[in-house]
Structures are given as C-alpha cells and as structure tokens.
C-alpha cells in the first residue's frame, strides 16, 4: 500500500501484541508506519458501539486481531458457551467495523487448536472445515473458525483481503502464567520457579507424552508483519516451526528445568486429563514464501522466556 499505513492491533497488551510491539520498537517498524496497541481497557470489543468508537478514533488503515478470550484446556472444559459467545461478538464487531472504516488489510489470529479432532497429519491450511474439532475447546474452535467463513464471505461479497495466521503453540515473555487457567508453557514456568522457591518436587499434570510444536513469540512477530505488509491471500497461513521440530511435553518440561535451573524432582500426574495427542501442522506454505526464516532455538528461546519470567515476577499476569 502506498502512504502511511496506521496500523491498530488488538489484545495488544497480551504474548503476541507485546512482542509485535517489541520489535517494531527494535528495528522491524518501517518509516511511515504508525502503530496504536490497544488493550481491554481502551474498548470492550464484545460491544459493537465501544468497537465503533475505538475505530472512529483511531482511524487505522490496518488491522492486526489478537483479542480473544483464551485460555488453557481446563478452563475450556468448562466454558464452551463462554468462550463461543464471546469471541463470536469480538470477531463480528472487529471485522465488519473493519470493512465499514475502509480498513484495507486485517490479519486475525487463529490456532491450531481449530482444526478437526479426526485427522490425518500433518495438518495443513485446507483442512481446518474437514470435521468438528475435540470436544475440549470447540466453543472457542469454532469461533474461531469463523472469521477465516466471514474472511472469505468479506472477499467475495467486497473484495476484502482480510486473512488469519494460524500459529502452532506460542510462548514468550507477557504470557499469562496462571497455573490453573494459562496454556502449557507458562503454566510449568510458573510451576517450576514456585517449587524452586519451595524446595518442592514440580508436578506436571498428565503423562508428559503429547506432542506440540512451539513457536517463540518474538518469531511469531516478525511473522506477522511479513503477513501484513507482503502476504496476499484469503486462505489463513499456518507459521510453526517445521514438523521436525515437534517436541514432547516432557521435553518441554526438561527445557523449563534447564532454563529455571531446577534441581528438584520432577513427577508425572498421570491421573489428569492429555488433551489432544498431536496437532503436528505442517509449515509447507510457509517456507514456499519464506525458505529462509530462521526461528529462534527452541532451549534459546525458553531461557529468554524463564528469565523474563523471574526478572518480572511482580509485574507477570498470573
């Protein structure tokens, strides 16, 4: 696009809003690109009068959609009609104020937690309609699915090229850590620094089996600015690390020890719930557009994020 872009991100307090902001401010902002991070406090995206007005005020050119109401599996479990209604709500408002403002590009966020229970993998940007999701989350999946439907209806109907990311399991400073409520990473981050601080044996919750593919949210945003300014296709891109890369949870346990520099034990509740086995994705699209983007080391990566975990304690949302 030519001239200033203005650029208006969503959920922008949270993992990935901050780290967008990060490296804009480090290096990866363009001349002529201005860029407005908003927070739950600056509008209550359910209601379409606050989403309006929040439009109205910042006039943006372009749209970056991260708000959600997320959270970790348990808290799924137990709030399909929650996690349905309320993000339907956000994604209707976001979306059609978009198109009623002249936004020219917005690029919202999925997960790889949409896609069909059933499947054959790897999973690809095809198959996200190919069956109903797991049972555990599939208030927040199908809601999800729905923007890449009014994504698609926006272009047919408009000629709108809004499109959605599909980003395989993130983590990285700004996360929520809530041990109850927060996804696996930061749950045993914070797990393991509170049985550090005790001299205690550091639960995990299941068997440590399952396998993810994590994506550090530093390179998620470098991702996603390229997603901005240079994809230009409806149909969502998933960006993951390769499936090569897929670890276990156990791993991801060793990882969290090793950056924690935990020396205690380490026990198994195999008496709580997996969830989904596998969800491994495939970055095949990815690296047909981008087949040298060098993502950051896995051990490297859950370092930064253990360190900026104990340095900001205080502050963390837990």
Same mark, same amino acid.
């Given at each position: 696009?030519?001239? %200033? ?13 901050? /780290?967008?902001?990060? &490296? ?92 069909? *229970?059933?499947?054959?993998? %790897? ?8 069956? %109903? ?7 927040? /999946? ?6 890449? &439907? ?24 700004? *996360? ?24 205690? /044996? ?31 296709? &409806? ?48 970055? /095949? ?21 253990? *360190? ?11």
């Amino acid at each position: 696009m030519d001239g %200033p872009m203005r650029v208006l991100v969503t959920g922008g307090s949270g993992l990935v809003g901050r /780290a967008i902001e990060r &490296v804009v401010k480090e290096g990866e902002g363009r001349e002529g690109e201005e860029w407005i991070f908003l927070s739950s406090k600056d509008a209550n995206l359910m209601s379409a009068e606050e989403t309006r007005s929040v439009f109205q005020k910042h006039r943006p050119t372009h749209v970056i959609h991260l708000a959600a109401m997320v959270g970790g599996l348990f808290r799924n479990m137990r709030q399909n009609l929650d996690f349905w209604r309320n993000n339907v709500f956000i994604n209707d408002n976001v979306l059609q104020t978009a198109h009623e403002f002249g936004v020219v590009k917005v690029v919202s966020c999925l997960s790889t937690c949409i896609f069909p *229970d059933k499947t054959t993998y %790897p999973i690809d940007e095809t198959m996200i309609h190919n069956g %109903p999701p797991h049972e555990s989350n599939f208030g927040y /999946a199908y809601a999800k699915r729905m923007i890449d &439907v009014h994504n698609r209806a926006c272009c047919q109907q408009y000629g709108r090229r809004y499109t959605a990311v599909i980003p395989t399991n993130v983590f990285g400073p700004h *996360d929520n850590f809530n041990i109850e409520d927060g996804h696996v990473l930061p749950g045993l981050i914070h797990k393991t620094y509170m049985a550090k601080k005790e001299g205690k /044996a550091l639960q995990v919750w299941g068997s440590g089996r399952p396998l993810r593919q994590f994506i550090y949210s530093l390179d998620l945003a470098r991702l996603f600015l390229w997603v901005l300014r240079d994809y230009d296709e &409806v149909e969502p891109i998933i960006l993951s690390v390769g499936e090569e890369d897929e670890l276990s949870i156990k791993d991801a346990v060793n990882a969290v020890v090793e950056g924690m520099e935990f020396k205690g034990d380490v026990i198994y509740d195999t008496s709580k719930a997996d969830g989904q086995f596998k969800k491994t994705a495939s970055n /095949a699209k990815l690296r047909k557009y981008l087949p040298d983007f060098k993502f950051t080391p896995f051990k490297a990566a859950m370092k930064e994020t253990c *360190d900026w975990f104990e340095a900001n304690y205080d502050i963390a949302r837990k």
